[in-house]
């Protein structure tokens, strides 16, 4: 059974930094795509970020880009997300997904098939 595990989440001030992990089990993520996605209370899930786990390849929210860094460790089995110059609008509960599929690039929730529990970021002004 597929667990991903999601830490590093908090409250910090606007201009900050936090970085995210994901420790994922349960199988091969051999293929797989490796995403984050942020909820904002009231608001849909929104595609933040993803990561080939064979390649390595990314894939960036135009929102994100060039303040957040996606990587991931396989010795750890671990997906990170660099989050830099944070700002208020960051402010979401961020979820760490994963889907096998081979030679895409998924950015809509709905095409993951497995995610975490979850890890609140607050970012205050």
């Known amino acids: 059974q597929v667990q991903l595990v999601e830490s590093g989440g908090g409250l910090v001030q606007a201009g900050g930094s936090l970085r995210l992990s994901c420790t994922a089990s349960?199988?091969?993520?051999?293929?797989?795509?490796m995403g984050w996605f942020r909820q904002a209370p009231g608001e849909e899930r929104e595609f933040v970020a993803s990561?080939?786990?064979?390649?390595?390849?990314?894939n960036y929210a135009d929102s994100v880009k060039g303040r957040f860094t996606i990587s991931r460790d396989h010795a750890k089995s671990t997906v990170y997300l660099q989050m830099n110059s944070l700002k208020p609008d960051d402010t979401a509960v961020y979820y760490c997904?994963?889907?096998?599929?081979?030679?895409?690039?998924?950015?809509?929730?709905?095409?993951?098939?497995?995610w975490g529990q979850g890890t609140q970021v607050t970012v205050s002004s």
């Open positions: 990561i080939k786990w064979t390649l390595g390849s990314t």
């Open positions: 997904a994963a889907v096998a599929a081979p030679g895409k690039n998924p950015r809509r929730a709905i095409e993951y098939r497995h």
């Open positions: 349960g199988r091969s993520f051999s293929g797989h795509i």
